[in-house]
């Protein structure tokens, strides 16, 4: 497929161009700055894709990179959700220019763009229930409103997933493009997080659940090269059965 990476500078967004090499798809970087790109990702990996300068504010910007360079899907790392509840980061605005840019330039090409965005673990569920994990432990909020926006959309505008990991860590600290995938493989599941671990805490009166969550939430800890492995691998289809729903995982290999 032909993927434009929207945050193709972060930590997320860089293994994420490398995993796409890696499983064979053609990649558009939008990024703020191609040079700091450059610097980021080894030599024979920059040469092989199409860098675009854009900021992700810039949902006319978004939509042109994405109609020039006749894209079919976007993964979007751009912005980064403040961890306080009363914290606020651009990720809301920027969250909201790419969706208005890929939902027009979907318009336009008469065919809904494949989109994979992100969130944290506190939008998927608590076990049993529609309550979100981020009720418990009320922390980085901004994914909420993201997620809303996703769901509120009309049909066949955008065909979206969310992957809603836990801290990610690196692999490693470079940038590397494999021939062949060697990531242990994660665990996934829609709307909840696969393999939670049950207990008699949850039934401590009023803090049960809260701690359910903090016991739990250490065990979803998986690392940056896995999910973007798991995002490059669902995009070798246009077929998904992640299509419109949030995506917990964790690792199976551990
Ligand atoms: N890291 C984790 O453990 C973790 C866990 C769960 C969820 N998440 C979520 O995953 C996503 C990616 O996380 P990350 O760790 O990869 O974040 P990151 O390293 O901070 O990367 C953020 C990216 O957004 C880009 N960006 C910010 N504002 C922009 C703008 N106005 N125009 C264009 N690009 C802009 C940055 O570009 P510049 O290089 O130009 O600044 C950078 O490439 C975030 O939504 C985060 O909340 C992360």
């Not at 993927?3 to 990024?31: D, E, F, K, M």
């Not at 790392?77 to 606020?88: E, Y």
């Not at 995009?235 to 729903?245: A, I, M, P, V």
Request: aromatic share 8%; charged share 20%.
């Amino acid at each position: 497929m032909k993927v434009i990476v929207i945050g193709a500078t972060g930590n997320l967004g860089t293994r994420v161009v490398a995993a796409l090499l890696t499983h064979g798809h053609s990649v558009v970087a939008y990024v703020r700055s191609s040079k700091k790109l450059e610097s980021l990702l080894p030599a024979s990996a920059f040469r092989q894709i199409t860098v675009v300068e854009g900021d992700a504010k810039n949902s006319v910007s978004i939509k042109k990179a994405i109609l020039d360079a006749n894209c079919d899907a976007v993964v979007n790392t751009a912005g980064l959700a403040a961890l306080p509840p009363w914290g606020k980061s651009d990720l809301p605005e920027i969250f909201q220019a790419v969706l208005n840019g890929v939902k027009e330039a979907g318009s336009d090409r008469k065919k809904p763009l494949r989109v994979w965005f992100l969130a944290g673990m506190g939008v998927l569920y608590y076990p049993g229930t529609e309550s979100m994990l981020s009720n418990y432990i009320p922390i980085y909020l901004e994914h909420r409103k993201n997620f809303s926006l996703l769901k509120s959309l009309p049909p066949n505008t955008v065909d979206w997933s969310m992957l809603c990991p836990a801290t990610m860590t690196p692999e490693s600290p470079d940038v590397n493009v494999p021939s062949k995938s060697s990531h242990g493989a994660l665990i996934a599941n829609a709307a909840y997080l696969p393999l939670w671990q049950d207990s008699w805490v949850k039934h401590v009166p009023l803090l049960g659940r809260v701690l359910m969550c903090a016991i739990n939430a250490p065990r979803y800890t998986t690392t940056l090269e896995q999910n973007a492995d798991f995002i490059a691998t669902d995009l070798e289809s246009f077929e998904s059965r992640w299509s419109g729903t949030t995506v917990g995982i964790i690792d199976g290999s551990k």
